[in-house]
């Protein structure tokens, strides 16, 4: 401290002293090595950006290798005789399909007579097929009585041999850790289910159309049946509850901690603390929302309106603390503006300090329910990964599921068809998680305004 | 600023000018002092500010001439830290008093600030705003005539006659400026207040605003913060030299600037500081 001040009493006019020379190879070595921290620093930015980009390519690249399969199903088009001796005609929609499904396929296979081959044959359809067919009957009622064509999907097994996802084939589990020796994939009952598929694929029966089932049907314990509309509905049921709870609520504590509270130790208390909710592990809010909600409140379990609301816990400060930062953007000479022409403090905010930060607030709703979108642990926690086959009867207290949870459970299952379809679910979670943000990025941009 | 100014331990008589008894008095400021926290920013600051005429204040920056100005209208009362003690009256009514209403107060007494801080709304909607909230027109023709009438005396309705809908924010800096000055007549105060109104304005501009100033001189009392001294002594007929929190000299702005009292007022107008 000293010896700098000494320095510059000793040299009062350094400025005076003979100019600096540019040309020295020293100053030329020093502008060449500040050159050289400006092209790393760069170097390093570049390299981290690259880095993000190349983990999330290769995220989504192998999410689309594995899931791409489920966006397609393996059907064979089959003629069935809608029987009006079996079918109800009053009443199509009670009668079992089954046999007739079952009798139709057996049909394309006139050699086979056993009953116990019979049975394997019958399993390369879906289990599901007939109610297909059902649905089918129920929709076209004056087709009974006529021959239809109907496209059925194959079973797990064989839709999956079709897509190339297994082999007919795998390495036989010797002792000595397998010698080459080849066995039959234990997913196919024998050699002859095989002939019987190759059958179907020679007689250019089998077609790949795209899977409308993953949108638009619920779960179900067959892989090549299960849909994504159940967790759909439960997860927009769930949004819409977090959103109606936490954006008024949310804005209404931004608006008075930003705008009226006076500036003391209890309110910079509560603001260190909503900074401090929104680092808590969600898995808490679902703890909280367990026992509060459904233990104390005695709300039923697994229903959107509970997981609405422990995801609502969690935005929450997502809410309040982008609304704040959006409140404070305002500039304070529009809110001088607003006073000087004698505004009151709520009419300064209503008129014209919100709407101003409706923008920066819209952003942070969306992001923050973008979140709660993809969020599992507080939904697992309140139970909201039930088995929903049908999407009949969901509502606000029905028991859902919501598409995190949906793919947790395809994630645990072992059918094979279930793999592909975690990875399409997860895509299509992605995508909304993409789409949402977009907007947000696109109500940033357009109300972005320059004071 | 580290100019060796002694403090005056006393408070500084700026009464010694009185004026003439004809005119009405305003505004009355008696022993106002603000306190931003521990701080002291105005020191018993007694002022009277005629009707219809205009009154500068003139300083250095940091002086107090800005905290005095928003006392009149109570500006100060959104800044946590500020305390003002004092007296202030408006037409012999104590604006500090409990009973009035800051709402009214600052209708009736209306301020334009530094920077043109129109509201990013239409050019209409930005004077009929003030207007809109205290219901000062019964329907939409009276509204419509209020803006008219506003933005006309503002000296801008010609040149935004035919956009009254675009937004305010589009126009020039001058315009934007007149725009607020519409926005402020429009609530029909008696009182502008102008806080360096022209100073983030071109020549051309100011000069609009200054003649602007001298024609709304026939319907309001105007008191205006100004750092450019030709710039008092071309629109105003009093001028009061604010220094370091006190009022130093009050008096014709002619007598200020050709013949002043007190010596900070002679460094400062000959540009010794500030
Ligand atoms: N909001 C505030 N908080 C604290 N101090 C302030 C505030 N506004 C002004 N001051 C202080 O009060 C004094 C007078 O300021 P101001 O009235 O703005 O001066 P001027 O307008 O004459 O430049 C200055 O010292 C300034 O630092
Ligand atoms: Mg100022």
Redesign the pocket.
């Known amino acids: 401290m000293t010896d700098i001040l000494d320095h510059q009493i000793a040299e009062p006019d350094s400025l005076a002293n003979p100019r600096h020379d540019w040309a020295s190879d020293n100053a030329r070595r020093r502008i060449k090595k500040r050159y050289g921290r400006d092209r790393l620093l760069r170097a390093f930015g570049l390299g981290a950006v690259i880095t993000a980009l190349m983990l999330l390519a290769i995220l989504i690249a192998s999410l689309t290798y594995t899931g791409y399969v489920a966006f397609y199903t393996t059907k064979v088009k089959v003629d069935i005789f809608l029987d009006p001796q079996i079918i109800d005609k009053e009443n199509p929609g009670k009668t079992k399909y089954r046999k007739i499904t079952k009798q139709a396929f057996y049909a394309y296979f006139p050699d086979v007579k056993n009953r116990k081959d019979k049975r394997n044959l019958s399993k390369i359809l879906s289990s599901g097929a007939q109610y297909i067919v059902r649905d089918y009957v129920v929709a076209h009622p004056e087709k009974i009585g006529e021959t239809v064509t109907i496209n059925l999907p194959l079973s797990d097994p064989f839709d999956q041999l079709h897509k190339g996802v297994i082999p007919r084939w795998i390495d036989a589990a010797g002792k000595n850790g397998g010698n080459g020796e080849k066995m039959l994939n234990p997913r196919f009952k024998s050699e002859k289910v095989l002939v019987w598929f190759d059958n179907l694929v020679a007689r250019d029966m089998l077609s790949s159309p795209f899977s409308w089932e993953l949108f638009v049907n619920a779960d179900s314990r067959f892989p090549e049946l299960a849909g994504l509309a159940g967790a759909f509905t439960g997860s927009l049921l769930a949004l819409l509850v977090c959103f109606l709870i936490s954006f008024p609520v949310g804005i209404a504590a931004a608006i008075y901690l930003e705008e009226f509270a006076p500036k003391n130790r209890f309110t910079d208390f509560i603001e260190v603390n909503i900074n401090n909710l929104a680092a808590v592990p969600s898995v808490v809010f679902g703890l909280l929302g367990l026992a509060v909600f459904i233990n104390f409140f005695g709300l039923p379990r697994s229903v959107p309106l509970v997981g609405g609301m422990a995801l609502a816990l969690m935005t929450l400060p997502t809410i309040i603390v982008s609304t704040r930062a959006a409140l404070k953007a305002v500039p304070p000479s529009i809110r001088e503006a607003a006073l000087g022409v004698g505004a009151s403090r709520h009419e300064v905010v209503l008129h014209h300090v919100l709407p101003l930060a409706m923008p920066g607030i819209l952003t942070g709703t969306i992001i923050g329910l973008a979140q709660a979108l993809g969020e599992t642990a507080p939904l697992l926690l309140i139970g909201m990964n039930a088995f929903i086959p049908s999407i009949e009867n969901l509502g606000l207290m029905e028991p859902a599921t919501a598409l995190p949870t949906q793919i947790f459970a395809w994630g645990d299952s072992p059918e094979r068809g279930f793999v592909s379809r975690t990875s399409a679910a997860i895509l299509v979670l992605i995508g909304f998680l993409v789409m949402m943000n977009l907007v947000a990025i696109y109500l940033r941009q357009k109300f972005e305004r320059k004071w | 600023m580290n100019m060796n100014v002694e403090t005056p331990k006393e408070p500084v008589d700026a009464m010694t000018f009185q004026l003439p008894e004809e005119l009405q008095v305003k505004v009355k400021t008696r022993d106002v002092n603000v306190h931003?926290?521990e701080?002291q920013?105005l020191f018993d600051i007694n002022l009277d500010v005629p009707a219809n005429h205009v009154v500068s204040l003139i300083?250095?920056?940091?002086?107090?001439?800005?905290?005095?100005l928003?006392c009149l209208n109570r500006m100060n009362d959104i800044?946590d830290?500020?305390r003002v003690s004092g007296k202030i009256e408006l037409d012999g009514l104590d604006i500090y008093d409990k009973n009035i209403d800051v709402v009214e107060l600052r209708a009736r007494v209306g301020m334009v600030f530094q920077k043109p801080n129109p509201f990013p709304k239409s050019i209409f909607d930005n004077v009929a705003y003030g207007p809109r909230i205290h219901g000062l027109a019964d329907n939409k023709t009276e509204l419509e005539e209020i803006v008219v009438t506003s933005l006309q005396k503002a000296g801008l309705f010609d040149e935004v006659k035919d956009r009254l809908k675009d937004s305010g924010t589009g126009l020039s800096g001058g315009q934007q400026q007149r725009l607020c000055i519409a926005r402020a007549i429009a609530t029909r105060p008696e009182v502008i207040l102008m806080?360096e109104p022209a100073s983030a304005l071109d020549p051309i501009a100011t000069a609009v605003i200054e003649e602007l100033i001298d024609e709304l001189r026939q319907n309001f009392t105007i008191i205006i913060?100004t750092h450019s001294m030709q710039q008092a002594a071309r629109i105003s007929q009093y001028t009061a030299f604010?220094h370091l929190?006190y009022l130093v000299e009050v008096g014709d702005t002619e007598q200020i600037f050709t013949n002043p009292v007190d010596r900070r007022t002679q460094d400062y107008i000959t540009g010794r500081f500030g």
């Open positions: 931003y926290g701080k920013a300083g250095p920056s940091g002086c107090g001439k800005s905290t005095y928003r800044i830290i500020a806080d913060v604010f929190g």
